[in-house]
């Protein structure tokens, strides 16, 4: 066995080595993420149980009148559990939400909106309760069911009001001034065609995901999103602790 060969066999041993301590390295943090993983789970779990419980009292002051429009985002896997759904709807009452959104991409939740509020006391759609209706019953609370077509079709009935005023425009001096459209433009536009819902202050996402799954992007622009987990998942203390962290919150819109 020549020098050459040696050294071949030597610089593959050590290519083997530190291959397998590469691996053995990956194997550790993926552990140690796991294991920071599950511990933050059962920190979670233990104090979403204190909370419940009323252990902690400080989430008992809470100042629900801050949360004026509460919208919840299901992820459409997630949102055929209707009886998850119902009963994160309950415990809303029982905080004391009156205005909630509910939102999926496909509309799973629209569709079944009969059996939810079937299964919901004192339960209204947005849509049928007045603007004088208050709500002053600590335990009412209306529903808004809403999906992604909604807000495609809003746009386009939105799109082609401003255009026909733009054609309308055309022969006029004020042509220069107004082709120009600016977002007050676009939510008088929503407002005429009767899509302009209210602007939620707070939006729960629950699903996989961190994102709004196309909620309508012109009611949150000054919405606190919070993701909250699967629906599965779902606690009652995590939800109180939620609102709590929210009605804390001094909030600061700009000019």
């Known amino acids: 066995m020549d020098f050459r060969d040696t050294m071949q066999k030597v610089y ?10 590469l691996w053995i390295i990956w194997l550790l943090i993926h552990f140690a993420v796991d294991l920071w993983y599950f511990a933050l789970h059962i920190a979670c779990a233990i104090e979403s149980y ?16 801050k949360l004026r429009y509460l919208a919840i985002v299901i992820e459409s896997e997630e949102a055929y559990h209707i009886p998850a759904v119902i009963q994160l709807l309950q415990w809303l009452v029982d905080i004391g939400v009156k205005h909630v959104c509910l939102y999926d991409a496909e509309g799973i939740l629209k569709k079944s909106k009969e059996s939810i509020l079937g299964k919901l006391n004192n339960a209204t759609l947005f849509e049928e309760a007045g603007e004088s209706n208050l709500l002053l019953d600590h335990k009412h609370i209306t529903l808004e069911f809403a999906s992604f077509p909604d807000g495609k079709e809003a746009v386009a009935k939105a799109a082609n009001l401003l255009f026909m005023k733009y054609v309308k425009l055309g022969g006029s001096g004020k042509i220069q001034e107004e082709k120009i459209f600016t977002e007050a433009h676009m939510s008088e536009a929503l407002r005429a065609v009767g899509c302009k819902g209210p602007e939620p202050d707070l939006l729960f996402v629950y699903g996989p995901v961190r994102c709004h799954l196309g909620f309508p992007a012109w009611r949150i622009r000054y919405t606190e999103i919070v993701h909250m987990g699967r629906l599965k998942s779902m606690r009652y203390g995590s939800l109180l602790k939620a609102i709590y962290k929210f009605t804390m919150v001094r909030q600061n819109y700009g000019s």
């Open 12 to 21: 593959s041993w050590a290519c083997q080595i530190g291959n397998l301590g």
């Open 50 to 65: 204190l909370i419940s419980s009323g252990i902690l009292k400080r989430y008992k002051a809470l100042d629900i009148d």
